[in-house]
């Protein structure tokens, strides 16, 4: 399994935001919509470019993840260096302390500038962004100062104080989403996925994205992967139906496109996904365990997963005998075929025909 496939699986919110954010125009797109207006006049969009530094410490990557991006700032008619870092806070609640954290990010910022550029006198300005996506509105303050706990005249002088910009969604009705149709539907997703009536916003939020004639085809598809990848990793299966999911997208695309080889084209990517995510599962699994033994039965539990994947993937939910007779398969050459009549299979009724009798 890749890089991108496993941060899916563990880290569905950091990797869609990533996925999304990391590329130029989806970044320069939500910028142009969203930063304040005295911010935006400073900053030439067209010279934006992603740094491919994290500075996220490893036991706070469960509730962050971020993302650096240099561009040229003006100020006294001469172009000068400078970053906007966003920081996105995946819990449903906001954290008390992340001016603080945002303080040492910026600090870790300048130090790789001073690294990289060891000739300069002074620092660029580093603008703190947090990318919100909670369940309740946010209401911690945006200024360091306020969490000093002696704010005395006399002190200010000695005590840092910056403010950071908050982009909260939790409050907004679609009606003040911005952009392009793609970076709407990203946005609505964040706002949305944690919402216990998701799959009716999805009847209403992907309509305009499939029915948006400005992106290629091979772009709609790219991003519909993108899409389909994050409800599929970041949400339970009963939230989410793939035969819904498939209405929806059979009912707006394009009338002129093959709607059902569209739909198989995707499921194949998914399952093939699937199938990698859960040979990684089971292997590691196995590898843990430090024996040849356990390395079997990981694969051998990979495999079950993987056609277990494949089954959801193409038919929704399946029924527990089915589950029970495939976590009694114990031969990976039997789970092997079976997970490739499984991709062909008409329906889980006529698959499970073919599970040979113990």
């Known amino acids: 399994m890749n890089k991108e496939n496993s941060e899916f699986l563990n880290h569905p919110h ?31 969009l067209d010279s934006l470019d992603i740094c491919k530094d994290s500075f996220i410490e490893q036991e706070l990557r469960e509730y962050f993840s971020d993302l650096l991006y240099c561009l040229k700032l003006s100020g006294d008619q001469v172009e000068q260096p400078g970053y906007l870092y966003l920081l996105l806070e995946h819990k449903s609640t906001p954290q008390h302390w992340i001016a603080f954290h945002l303080l040492r990010y910026q600090v870790k910022i300048w130090e790789l500038y001073l690294k990289q550029n060891k000739k300069v006198r002074k620092l660029p300005p580093v603008i703190p962004m947090v990318l919100y996506h909670g369940r309740t509105r946010w209401r911690v303050s945006t200024r360091f100062f306020d969490i000093i ?8 002088v000695f005590i840092p104080d910056f403010s950071y910009l908050v982009y909260d969604f939790s409050p907004y009705g679609k009606d003040r989403v911005r952009g392009m149709a793609f970076l709407q539907v990203f946005l609505l997703l964040l706002k949305y996925i944690h919402h216990p ?43 989410v139906s793939v035969d819904e999911l498939k209405e929806i997208i059979e009912e707006n695309l394009p009338k002129d496109k093959d709607k059902e080889g569209i739909v198989m084209t995707l499921a194949e990517h998914l399952i093939q996904q699937g199938l990698q995510q859960g040979l990684q599962q089971g292997v590691e699994q196995g590898l843990q365990q430090g024996v040849e033994q356990g390395l079997q039965q990981g694969v051998e539990q990979g495999l079950r997963e993987a ?3 494949v089954l959801e993937t193409r038919f929704g939910s399946i029924p527990a005998s089915v589950k029970e007779k495939v976590a009694g398969i114990a031969d990976r050459h039997i789970l092997a075929d079976l997970h490739r009549k499984a991709i062909t299979a008409a329906s889980v009724t006529e698959w499970e025909k073919l599970i040979p009798m113990s």
């Open 307 to 309: 056609i277990m994947d």
């Open 14 to 44: 950091d990797a869609f935001v990533k996925e999304v954010l990391s590329r130029k125009e989806n970044a320069r797109d939500f910028f142009s919509n969203y930063l304040p207006d005295r911010i935006r006049a400073l900053i030439d």
């Open 197 to 239: 009536d998701l799959l009716n916003h999805l009847h209403t939020i992907l309509p305009p994205f499939l029915k948006d004639t400005s992106q290629s085809w091979p772009q709609l598809m790219d991003r519909l992967l993108i899409i389909l990848h994050y409800l599929f990793n970041a949400t339970d299966k009963d939230r």
């Open 149 to 156: 706990l002696n704010s005395r005249e006399e002190l200010r």
